[in-house]
């Protein structure tokens, strides 16, 4: 039984998944399965992952939602390719790509191949990496043709998650004027996942939440190096998780204004815009919210957002670093890093996993000067722990758009999916020195400079 369900049917439509030709079980997220304690394989697995059979006997249903698209409020999208199948241990289940719902606004509800893995791999990525973060449990393959720029095929991937709403589903029925289902909305929120903000200020506490939770997820992109891509108010999650993998991309040569989805030319989405557009989308949320918060209510909690980021983003970030103590310098030491970064276009994980390793680093003419002052600086701690708390935090391993890429196309041209595993089990663990994969935390190879991620998917 959904819990989503339980609302109106304004909010939903019931629907049939639209199963693929041939299916078969690419990979699957053990250690997920494991937590859910979800005891269904083989077969029956494949089954459910590939939209063949319902989810103990839950009806599947698609829900609807508004959004602002590069700026842009579209009055409604919804669910045009996924759908919610059941729920278990309090988290739903959703497939994405088994077919069209009624808000799939004439196009096919598939998703591709070459999408689904790359949503399969950042998710787990994410989540190696502690950053908030919907769940991927199975990767379905298939024969089904999927037409885009080519004919590619059709995959599935089962997402997992408290919860799947959207700034956006608060949006579609704000616009509307129907209040009452945004109250509806936001009462449902409350009693399922923010249980404890109760009393008359209920509403206020809800959305000083949603914030912190947002300011928490952006702090830990931009100290990961994560460029979301499609930032748009349709894929923000209220529950504050990174939703709907699309043209993301990890920072690798420092780059501040690091665009990932070459359908951008604004750059709207580019990598240090995101604090920024996440309090604009919180904005919109709050104009949603305006039947029960008030404009001066909103500002006040708004205007925390900034402080919660900055706590946040700061605490990674001297934990990167290896600094306990707070020093005024420590700014100016951590810039002038960034600085040099950006000026030899040095690859921003590397050099940060090289930090704990400062030997690594003086290797490297341009960090001379500043291993000096960093130097002194650690020299001031004298932290014994220093080492393994930087490890803690600075990945060896990210996904790379070229290591996504190779895995592509060995699983496009070949069927050949063990490029898919060994990424998996790196990203899972990014943080551990993997014995003899040394390779996959090189930078991209001359062959993948050019390599554009698009919406297409
Ligand atoms: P996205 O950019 O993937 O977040 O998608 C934006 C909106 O378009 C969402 O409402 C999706 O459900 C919908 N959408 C994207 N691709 C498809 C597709 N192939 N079929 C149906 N709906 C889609
Ligand atoms: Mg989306």
Same mark, same amino acid.
């Given at each position: 039984?959904?819990?989503?369900?339980?609302?109106?049917?304004?909010?939903?439509?019931?629907?049939?998944?639209?199963?693929?030709?041939?299916?078969?079980?690419?990979?699957?997220?053990?250690?997920?399965?494991?937590?859910?304690?979800?005891?269904?394989?083989?077969?029956?697995?494949?089954?459910?992952?590939?939209?063949?059979?319902?989810?103990?006997?839950?009806?599947?249903?698609?829900?609807?939602?508004?959004?602002?698209?590069?700026?842009?409020?579209?009055?409604?999208?919804?669910?045009?390719?996924?759908?919610?199948?059941?729920?278990?241990?309090?988290?739903?289940?959703?497939?994405?790509?088994?077919?069209?719902?009624?808000?799939?606004?004439?196009?096919?509800?598939?998703?591709?191949?070459?999408?689904?893995?790359?949503?399969?791999?950042?998710?787990?990525?994410?989540?190696?990496?502690?950053?908030?973060?919907?769940?991927?449990?199975?990767?379905?393959?298939?024969?089904?043709?999927?037409?885009?720029?080519?004919?590619?095929?059709?995959?599935?991937?089962?997402?997992?998650?408290?919860?799947?709403?959207?700034?956006?589903?608060?949006?579609? =029925?704000?616009?509307?004027?129907?209040?009452? &289902?945004?109250?509806? %909305?936001?009462?449902?929120?409350?009693?399922?996942? *923010? +249980? !404890?903000?109760?009393?008359?200020?209920?509403?206020?506490?809800?959305?000083?939440?949603?914030?912190?939770?947002?300011?928490?997820?952006?702090?830990?992109?931009?100290?990961?190096?994560?460029?979301?891509?499609?930032?748009?108010?349709?894929?923000?999650?209220?529950?504050?998780?990174?939703?709907?993998?699309?043209?993301?991309?990890?920072?690798?040569?420092?780059?501040?204004?690091?665009?990932?989805?070459?359908?951008?030319?604004?750059?709207?989405?580019?990598?240090?815009?995101?604090?920024?557009?996440?309090?604009?989308?919180?904005?919109?949320?709050?104009?949603?919210?305006?039947?029960?918060?008030?404009?001066?209510?909103?500002?006040?909690?708004?205007?925390?957002?900034?402080?919660?980021?900055?706590?946040?983003?700061?605490?990674?970030?001297?934990?990167? =670093?290896?600094?306990?103590?707070?020093?005024? &310098?420590?700014?100016? %030491?951590?810039?002038?890093?960034?600085?040099?970064? *950006? +000026? !030899?276009?040095?690859?921003?994980?590397?050099?940060?996993?090289?930090?704990?390793?400062?030997?690594?680093?003086?290797?490297?003419?341009?960090?001379?000067?500043?291993?000096?002052?960093?130097?002194?600086?650690?020299?001031?701690?004298?932290?014994?722990?220093?080492?393994?708390?930087?490890?803690?935090?600075?990945?060896?391993?990210?996904?790379?758009?070229?290591?996504?890429?190779?895995?592509?196309?060995?699983?496009?041209?070949?069927?050949?999916?063990?490029?898919?595993?060994?990424?998996?089990?790196?990203?899972?663990?990014?943080?551990?020195?993997?014995?003899?994969?040394?390779?996959?935390?090189?930078?991209?190879?001359?062959?993948?400079?050019?390599?554009?991620?698009?919406?297409?998917?």
């Amino acid at each position: 039984m959904l819990d989503f369900a339980t609302l109106s049917r304004d909010f939903f439509s019931d629907i049939d998944t639209q199963p693929l030709k041939q299916p078969f079980l690419i990979h699957k997220n053990q250690a997920l399965q494991d937590k859910l304690k979800l005891s269904i394989k083989g077969n029956e697995l494949l089954n459910i992952a590939s939209g063949e059979k319902k989810f103990q006997h839950t009806q599947p249903i698609a829900s609807i939602y508004a959004g602002h698209q590069f700026g842009h409020f579209v009055p409604q999208l919804g669910d045009g390719r996924s759908c919610l199948i059941g729920q278990f241990q309090g988290i739903e289940l959703s497939l994405k790509g088994a077919g069209q719902t009624p808000y799939s606004r004439g196009a096919d509800g598939r998703a591709v191949l070459r999408s689904s893995i790359r949503e399969y791999l950042c998710s787990i990525a994410m989540k190696g990496l502690n950053i908030p973060t919907t769940e991927v449990l199975t990767l379905v393959g298939s024969h089904s043709e999927v037409y885009r720029e080519s004919i590619e095929t059709g995959a599935i991937v089962m997402r997992t998650a408290l919860s799947h709403i959207r700034f956006g589903h608060f949006e579609l =029925f704000a616009s509307r004027g129907q209040t009452s &289902q945004v109250k509806q %909305l936001v009462d449902f929120v409350i009693e399922h996942y *923010y +249980q !404890h903000c109760q009393g008359e200020n209920q509403y206020v506490d809800f959305f000083n939440e949603v914030v912190q939770k947002m300011a928490i997820m952006i702090a830990h992109w931009q100290a990961q190096g994560f460029a979301h891509g499609v930032m748009n108010t349709d894929n923000m999650s209220i529950l504050g998780l990174t939703i709907d993998y699309g043209p993301f991309g990890f920072l690798e040569a420092y780059n501040p204004q690091f665009i990932c989805n070459h359908s951008d030319h604004e750059g709207r989405y580019a990598f240090n815009q995101q604090p920024n557009v996440a309090l604009w989308n919180l904005s919109r949320l709050a104009d949603s919210l305006s039947g029960l918060i008030n404009a001066k209510q909103a500002k006040s909690v708004l205007d925390k957002y900034q402080n919660y980021l900055v706590e946040s983003y700061s605490a990674l970030m001297r934990q990167k =670093f290896g600094l306990c103590e707070k020093d005024k &310098q420590d700014n100016v %030491l951590i810039t002038q890093f960034f600085d040099i970064l *950006y +000026q !030899h276009k040095k690859d921003y994980t590397n050099s940060l996993r090289q930090l704990s390793d400062v030997d690594k680093l003086t290797i490297d003419i341009d960090f001379n000067d500043w291993i000096e002052l960093y130097d002194k600086r650690i020299s001031q701690e004298n932290n014994r722990n220093r080492i393994s708390m930087m490890n803690s935090v600075n990945p060896n391993y990210i996904l790379r758009n070229y290591l996504a890429e190779v895995a592509i196309r060995k699983a496009e041209d070949n069927k050949d999916y063990t490029e898919i595993k060994i990424l998996f089990d790196l990203l899972s663990k990014p943080f551990e020195v993997h014995q003899d994969m040394e390779s996959y935390t090189y930078e991209a190879p001359d062959w993948a400079q050019g390599l554009a991620v698009s919406c297409s998917s």
